[in-house]
Structures are given as C-alpha cells and as structure tokens.
C-alpha cells in the first residue's frame, strides 16, 4: 500500500494499552464500535488500531510510547445507521421497518413489538375487509395510539378499486399517520386523497403533512409518480367532489406524493427481482433530480427493501445511500408473524435458492408474479399450470380434457362446477359484479375459479391447513435463505426462538460491526474475516439504553454494548423495554 502520512497529531494509549498492529487487533477494534478507534503507524509502517487514549501533539513528557495518527474513525451506533431524519419524522429510534405482509401475516403484535423498541411496522391490511382492518386499527391505537410510531398497508386492487377506495377512507376516517403503498404502476384518487387529506402551514409558512406514504417501487418510472407532486387534473376532481379542501389541494402543488420511497429489490412477495446495488442507485439519482426540479423544502427519502437478511446485506444497503431498511422474509418466520407454525418451520428450512416466482392471485390476468418459497411445497408449480391454461384457453370448457382431469383432482380438488359454484357464491357475497361479469364472460369465470385456489393457498398456508401443505402459498424472497444461513447454531436457528425485534436488533448491531470492519479495511488495516460475521446474540431495551446485550456470546460484548449508553447522543428517542 502507498505510504501515507498526514500531520494529524499523535496518539498515544492509556497506560498499559498499546495499539494492535495484528489482524486480532482490527478484529478489536470492530467489535468495539461503539469506541473511536484511531489508525496509527508504528515505527515500521505497519498500520494499526488504538482505542481509548488520546491525542497529543508531542512525546515531550509522556511515560507511554506515541504513533503517528492517521484517522480518527467515530463511534457508530445502530440508531445512527441510516437518514436521521427518518427518526425525526417518523418517531423512530432505528431507521428499520418490518414492511407489510398480506393476509394479516404482519400481524398487529408484530407491528406493537417494533414499535415498542424503536422501529416501524405496518399492518398486512391487503387481502384483508375493511373491518378485519378496522380491528387492526382499534388495537393498534390502544396499544400505540400517537405517541409510537406504525402504519398500516394500501394495495392497490385494480380488480376491486372500490375495497382500495374504503381502506383509504377508513384510514383517514381513523387518522392513521403512515400507510404503506404497494403494487401501484401509477396513482390513484386513493392514494393522492389520502397523502394531501390534512396538508397545512405552519407559523413559519412551512408546508407540513399529517398522512405519510411509503411508497414501495421496483421501477423508476412507478417512483417517479410519487416523487412528484400530485397530478393537477386528479386534485382538481377531488376538490370538486369534496374530497380535499382548496387549500389542500393549493399546498399539494409544492409536496411529493411520497416522502418515503421503498426500493424494492429481489424481494418476497411482489418483486420484479432487481438487485439493490442496481435499484436504489437508480432512484437515488431520480429523487435528486425531482427534488432540484420541483425545488422541494424538504428531502425526500429512499429506502431499501429485498434481500435484506444478513447483518452485512444491511450494512450495504445503508453503504449504497439507504435513508432506511426494510425487512419481510426474516419477519415471517418470527414469533409474531400470522403464518402457521408448519409454514414457519418449512421457512426456518430454506436456503437461498429455495424461492421461486409464480403467478400473483391478485393480478393473475395480467400476467404478474410473486415470489415464493418452493421448498416442501408444489404451489408454484401448480398455479404457473393454471396460469398456462388460462393463456391458452378462452373457457374451463375449452381445456383438454388430460388437463382438466389433473386440474380438477390434483388442484383443486373438486369438479370446474363444484368450484365455480364455490366460487361463484363468495363473489356475491364481495362484489356481484364479477359475477355478472364472469356469467358474460366465460374467460373471466375461468380467471375467477383460478384465482380462488390462488388466494385459497395463502389462506391454508397461514391457518396451517395440513391437508392443503403441498399447495401452501407463502411468499418469500432468498434473504430467507441467507438469513437461516446466518442464524445456523444460533438461538435465532429455531422459529420458535425469533423474535421481530431481536432479528432487528441482531441485523443492525451486526450491520454497524460490518461498517466499521469496512472502515478498517478502507484504512488500511486487514480485519479478519469474523470482523464481518457478527454472530446472533440476545439483546434487551431497557429504558434510556441502546441496545445491549443481555447474554452475549462473546464476552466482549457486553463491556462494549454498556459503556456506549452515556454516550449516545439518541439515547433518549424512544425507550422501549422488551
Ligand atoms: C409474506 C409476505 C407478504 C408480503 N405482503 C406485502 C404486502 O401486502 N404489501 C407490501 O407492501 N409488501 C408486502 N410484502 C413485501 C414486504 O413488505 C417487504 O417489502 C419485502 O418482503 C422485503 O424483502 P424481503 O422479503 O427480501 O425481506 C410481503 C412480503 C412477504 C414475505
């Protein structure tokens, strides 16, 4: 390496304590983060780490040796991971959030856990009726009301606007500060009343929001609808029908739709399976753009979600610019999560190539896909047979009938008839449109029976349907995969022992160890490669506390985590104890 020498002082240790020149030293100085660690240089070139000490400027004096100080490395605290102002408009100690899973599998305990330490969660509201969320909501309320931060989901349902339309309502009827926006191309009246519903000014003349969207994207053209503000004509129309004020309207001129983009990456769930390194860049470049175009006040965050299940895929999301990261796949195998103990073991299982994409229920026509986990179950293999049939076919009558055989009695288990009748009789109930709909349109019909066992095989997965297990849907992405790698010999290898907030806590305790191994490395030292493998260990919240370790695995651990408290500036966020 190039010699270099900058004249930055001297460093000297406190008596006793001499700098590490080793790797094992590097490896010190980056599990002990939370400590400046100063880069110096012996007599002989060699690069290495002091911590404790201080700086001098001359020897004159001193009993202990002095080295040349190349860099001071600052602490880093997990609750520093990430855009600060994220915390400050959100409420949040971490810049972490458990996103959305449908059906209710982010379940309300899941949301009121990362609440209660520190972080955001959103209610899975898709797929659910509005007063399933309205229940949500009334606990959610109870238990957070205010004063802690969580949100709830909005899909958009291009098949039901009307569902669309009532949860928008009810979380405006309800005051729910920030819904998570998923599967949009585009917007809709929804979306745009209910981010402009309560824009005002301050004494000041700023312009502030009482509704937050997250918007989740997998494409810059998607983000671009949110990063700007809301079309003139659609708030005109809304005004017109009483649905925002004139002044609401006049102040959405000068703010995004959004003020939170999702980057969504290779994700469970729907994904367009782009990697981060490629996504987040890209709309990282666009919010610059949008922001210097419409001369916004304040910046607009972008967000990191899809393959985050590892200590250093989050460190690098944080690396790439992340304002903050959100997780999905690890949550579902959790404690909290709504899916059946079965399909969180088959989870807890997973490797990285055990997902697969398949057609979405939600948009089947369309051709669009989730990704799921392929491994103990046949879901994918049988929904992408009905998707085929669907293309090929214009009615149940037209399929051959070799196929209508396999798809009556390995599929669906009952006749076309029998499950059209079923069919039939749920969507008089929801909507009788499709009905009508579907009795004037056999292809129609054929798409309704179709989506029925797609919907269906979400619903088995999540009640744990042992007769239905070949059929389980359950979305997930391969930071399953990558995460159970991790977790391997750890107490978080069992389901039963995942925690939403202790999987949150270990990924950001260990993406802050990576950052600093990144730092040493960067400075010239050679970490050993443990200095990137933070290993999973137990943490407790305790009130004015960061995160500390109440039974580490490394015995370092704990002196590190408890002298860091006095010390933090954010300590006194949000104080949760678990
Ligand atoms: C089971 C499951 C259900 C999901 N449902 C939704 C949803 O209803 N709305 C949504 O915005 N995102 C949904 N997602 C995406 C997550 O909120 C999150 O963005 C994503 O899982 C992050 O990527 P990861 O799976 O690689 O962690 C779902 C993900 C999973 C695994």
């Known amino acids: 390496m190039q010699e270099y020498r900058q004249n930055t002082g001297l460093w000297t240790p406190e008596s006793n304590t001499a700098p590490a020149f080793s790797a094992g030293g590097a490896w010190l100085g980056a599990s002990d983060f939370r400590r400046p660690a100063y880069l110096v240089q012996s007599a002989s070139g060699h690069r290495g780490v002091g911590l404790g000490g201080r700086l001098v400027q001359s020897t004159a004096e001193l009993a202990a040796p002095a080295f040349p100080l190349l860099a001071l490395l600052p602490p880093i605290y997990p609750e520093w991971l990430g855009d600060p102002s994220f915390h400050e408009a959100h409420g949040t100690r971490f810049s972490y959030v458990a996103g959305a899973m449908a059906n209710g599998i982010a379940t309300t305990e899941m949301v009121i856990e990362m609440a209660r330490a520190g972080m955001l969660g959103f209610f899975g509201a898709a797929g659910l009726s509005r007063s399933r969320v309205e229940t949500a909501i009334d606990e959610l309320e109870r238990e957070l009301g205010d004063a802690m931060p969580w949100g709830a989901n909005l899909i958009h349902s291009p098949h039901e606007p009307a569902l669309e339309e009532a949860v928008a309502d009810l979380y405006i009827e309800r005051s729910v500060r920030r819904v998570s926006a998923a599967a949009y ?7 745009v009343r209910y981010a402009c519903h309560g824009l005002h000014r301050d004494a000041e003349g700023r312009v502030l929001r009482k509704n937050h969207v997250f918007a989740k994207v997998s494409h810059p053209q998607t983000a671009a609808h949110f990063m ?71 910046p ?11 200590p250093a895929a989050v460190a690098s999301a944080y690396a790439l610019g992340a304002a903050y990261v959100v997780t999905g796949s690890v949550n579902q195998a959790c404690i909290e999560s709504g899916l059946d103990a079965s399909g969180k073991e088959m989870l807890a299982k997973a490797d990285i190539g055990d997902v697969v994409m398949a057609p979405a229920a939600d948009m089947f026509e369309m051709g669009v896909e989730v990704q799921v986990l392929k491994h103990g179950t046949m879901f994918a293999a049988r929904a992408a047979k009905l998707y085929e049939l669907y293309k090929e076919h ?8 070799s196929d209508r055989e396999r798809v009556e009695s390995q599929i669906l288990r009952e006749s076309f008839t029998d499950a059209w009748a079923k069919t039939r009789s ?63 010999g750890s107490f978080l290898e069992a389901p039963k022992e ?34 990137f493998d933070f290993r999973p260990r137990v943490f407790s919240l305790a009130v004015g506390d960061s995160a500390t370790t109440q039974s580490p695995l490394h015995s370092s651990t704990k002196s590190v985590a408890t002298q860091s408290h006095s010390t933090h500036p954010r300590s006194n966020h949000h104080v949760a104890s678990l």
Request: charged share 25%; proline share 5%; glycine share 8%.
């Open 300 to 310: 607009i965050r972008v967000g990191a979600a899809g393959g985050l299940g590892t």
């Open 185 to 191: 191309l585009g917007l809709t009246p929804y979306i």
């Open 394 to 401: 214009s009615s149940l009558e037209e399929i051959l009938a």
């Open 228 to 298: 700007r503000p809301a079309p003139a004509v659609m708030l005109k129309k809304l005004v017109a029908e009483g649905k925002l004020t004139q002044e609401e309207a006049l102040l959405a001129r000068s703010v995004a739709v959004a003020e939170d983009i999702t980057a969504e990456a290779d994700s469970g769930g729907h994904t367009d399976n782009r990697p981060l390194t490629v996504l987040l860049p890209s709309l990282m470049a666009l919010r610059d753009e949008i922001c210097r175009e419409q001369g916004y006040a304040r």
């Open 426 to 488: 749920f969507w008089i109930e929801r909507d009788p449109r499709e009905v009508s709909k579907a009795e004037a349109s056999p292809k129609h019909l054929m798409a309704l029976v179709f989506r029925s066992y797609l919907g269906q095989a979400s619903r088995w997965a999540i009640a744990g349907h042992s007769e239905r297990r070949v059929d389980f849907q359950i979305w997930c992405g391969p930071a399953m995969g990558a995460f159970n790698r991790w977790a391997r």
């Open 498 to 531: 995942r925690r939403v907030a202790q999987v949150a806590l270990n990924l950001l305790e260990g993406a802050a160890q990576c950052t600093r191994a990144q730092q040493l490395r960067s400075g010239g030292l050679a970490p050993p490669s443990e200095a």
